[in-house]
């Protein structure tokens, strides 16, 4: 019988578990869309399907970013209050207050919300982009309540404060629409009501915000493009690692499986009593059955091989359905079968074989050259022991004893051994 190795996860030979063509067709499917996505150009397109995962996957970048944003303007915001002597030195004082008693104190608080709540990430974006639009709002009111020129340079600095929104905080497409519209029109009020209420300065102004805002929003993009990118190649590597695990799985049920009768072949059995012998208790006492289909030489010779070849099919299935539970079935080679049955007693053993006999003869395929029935019959040899899996061979072999007894003795019929107790040795007529 060879060696009893670990093929499998030890699921029962017998017991088929048909390979998925609709799960293999469905992840070639996912394989080829995401194919797909990655090489088209332009925006990279995320599959309806992985939406979800995206935003998921995606979810702890994006609030980090929020975060750091906060944290890194206000740190901005706070520096620059070194240039208001130069540029409001009429608002010197309050440019102080808005910097050091609303845009520090506050800044530091949305971080710290934004570190801690676990919000929706809409909620948390629309609240980042609350505070960079207020401290625009502040530096605008700055330009409005000053009289020097140079306060105009806030203009500058805020519409430099909205590209670094854009592209650090990985916003959608939507909310950055909606960011660089407030900023342009903060700004145009500004330079309406600022010092120098020249006309052309509104020119200028949405000159700027082209300029600036243009290559922010490029960024922006660019930098999506590669996070969805980067996501689509992660899953696409998922996918194939999946794609190579299902492989394998098929190809370890395929060589533990017989692929006329579908029962497990003589490999995927020793695997299945491994599994089985690992999980019994000490001292558990198991039987083991060698079937021999009855003159099936005879059979195949007058009917045909592809008569033998559905025969085998249909005792495969009988013996099956007889050995359960909790017997695990196998085809040995040509026309013989093995059953490993665990956990099973003495008093029931007689009753098991006679069932395993009977269920073959019950299917009442027409043998003209059977000697015993006129219908396709079996002997079986069964044996009962206290095995441990270095000496399951030794189980087998007696087995194969008692199956030559059954057949010397006339075929379709029983012959029990029980180890365990030997005056209980017989063998039975059908």
């Not at 995962?53 to 303007?73: E, I, Q």
């Not at 207050?97 to 909620?123: D, Q």
């Not at 441990?388 to 061979?393: A, C, E, H, M």
């Amino acid at each position: 019988m060879g060696e009893y190795a670990r093929y499998g996860s030890g699921d029962a030979p017998g017991r088929r578990r048909p390979v998925s063509r609709t799960t293999e067709t469905t992840m070639q499917d996912d394989a080829t869309e995401l194919d797909r996505a990655l090489e088209g150009r332009g925006r990279v397109l995320i599959p309806a399907e992985l939406k979800d995962a995206f935003a998921d996957d995606t979810l702890a970048v994006r609030r980090r970013a929020l975060s750091k944003s906060v944290l890194l303007g206000t740190g901005f915001y706070v520096a620059f209050a070194l240039g208001d002597a130069f540029a409001v030195p009429d608002r010197l004082q309050l440019a102080l207050i808005f910097r050091l008693a609303i845009i520090l104190p506050l800044g530091l608080v949305v971080f710290y919300w934004l570190r801690r709540t676990r919000c929706s990430l809409i909620r948390q974006q629309c609240v980042a982009c609350s505070f960079h639009l207020l401290v625009v709002g502040l530096l605008a009111l700055l330009v409005v309540l000053s009289e020097s020129v140079d306060a105009l340079g806030f203009v500058f600095a805020s519409y430099a404060l909205l590209m670094f929104m854009v592209i650090s905080m990985a916003l959608p497409r939507s909310l950055v629409a909606v960011l660089a519209s407030v900023v342009v029109l903060i700004q145009a009020v500004a330079v309406a009501h600022g010092p120098l209420r020249y006309p052309t300065l509104e020119l200028h102004n949405l000159m700027i915000a082209i300029v600036i805002i243009g290559p922010a929003i490029f960024a922006n993009r660019a930098l999506e493009s590669d996070r969805r990118r980067q996501f689509l190649l992660m899953e696409r590597e998922r996918l194939r690692r999946r794609q190579l695990a299902e492989q394998r799985d098929m190809l370890a049920r395929l060589a533990a499986l017989d692929p006329l009768t579908e029962l497990a072949n003589r490999r995927g059995l020793n695997a299945g009593i491994a599994g089985d012998l690992d999980r019994l208790t000490s001292g558990a006492r198991v039987a083991i059955a060698m079937i021999d289909i009855d003159h099936f030489k005879a059979y195949n010779d007058h009917y045909g091989h592809g008569a033998g070849d559905e025969a085998l099919r249909r005792v495969a299935r009988a013996l099956a359905e007889a050995a359960r539970p909790p017997g695990r079935v196998g085809r040995m080679g040509g026309e013989e079968f093995a059953v490993f049955v665990p956990g099973i007693t003495h008093h029931e053993l007689p009753l098991y074989a006679e069932r395993l006999r009977a269920s073959v003869q019950r299917l009442a395929l027409v043998h003209h050259h059977s000697r015993t029935a006129g219908v396709m019959t079996i002997s079986v040899g069964m044996v009962l022991g206290c095995p441990t899996s270095s000496d399951v061979q030794m189980l087998f072999e007696a087995a194969d004893a008692a199956l030559y007894r059954a057949k010397k003795a006339g075929r379709n019929q029983v012959s029990i051994e029980d180890l365990t107790r030997p005056d209980m040795n017989a063998h039975r007529t059908g």
